[in-house]
């Protein structure tokens, strides 16, 4: 990359930053298209919050995303708010603008937009949401936002599932679900992290409890095919991979700062899906 003057920086901030693929995937889209711009990540303490925003601000940034744990707090140094990030009360992209540092919420919507380029049309679907924490608030609100028809929720600690729902009913009513109910669901979509490297050997839920047509999704993307999605596959379910959502959350952030073109998008979006294919694989070591 030539880092001349005329190259702006993005970043993500979040504590811990450590790990994160954010500024690989970033970087690479940014190479692809010839955008001058840089990404990095910057692990900021919740203490520090403020001063590092005001100091994104006197430098120029053009843009930055948020994680864990400043995905709600950020919105008070904040100018704007997209209406989905508003109601949702969570950003996880901001853009510099004229009118300020305005936030957005790209996980959820992400999603969406895998599934509708997927499977198509949601408004139609009930959908079963497995887990009740931060992803499952986003990806079930983003939803809700977009329509569905109905959106359960089933997470081992019952009290955590009600509090989601409480949080949800700004976007409509959800419910609680019970494992006997799991075949009136349409999409299922796996929001926890079980199934993840390490733990390749863990699945969520016995695909025999699902609707034998039902769509099934998995957000964890190491392995690409958990074992909750390879069970799916064998029992003729149609699958949703987690690198999916994870490209097109990042892609959807990219519009937001500089507007690309469909071109530019599909661009992003090929690219991504095959670099990452080989980023993931898994190393000697993990094999064994």
Known sequence: MNLTEEVRLYGLIGDPVAGSRSPWIHN???????????????????????????????????????????????IGHLDGLDPF?????????????????????????????????????????????????????????????????????????????????????????????????????????????VGMYPFEDATPVDVKYLKPDAYVCDIVYKPRRTRLIREAEATGHKVVFGIDMLIEQAVLAEQIWFSLSDEQVDRARTLLQTELMKALQPTEGEKK
């Open 28 to 74: 690479t889209v940014f190479n692809e298209l010839g955008l001058k711009a840089a990404y990095l990540a910057f692990h900021v303490e919740p203490t520090r919050l403020g001063a590092s925003i005001a100091g994104f601000r006197a430098i120029g940034m053009g843009g930055f995303n948020i994680t864990i744990p400043h995905k709600q707090t950020v």
């Open 85 to 193: 990030a508003e109601k949702l009360g969570a950003v996880n992209t901001v853009a510099v603008t004229p009118e300020g540092l305005i936030g957005y919420n790209t996980d959820g919507p992400g999603l969406v937009s895998v599934l509708r380029r997927q499977i198509g049309p949601i408004e139609d679907k009930k959908v079963l949401i497995l887990g009740a924490g931060g992803a499952a608030r986003g990806i079930a609100g983003s939803l809700m936002y977009n329509g569905v028809k109905e959106v359960g929720i089933c997470n081992r600690t019952w009290t955590k599932a009600d509090a989601l729902i409480r949080d949800l009913e700004i976007f409509g009513k959800a419910h609680i679900v019970d494992r006997e109910d799991f075949k009136n669901y349409d999409l299922v979509i796996n929001t926890t992290s």
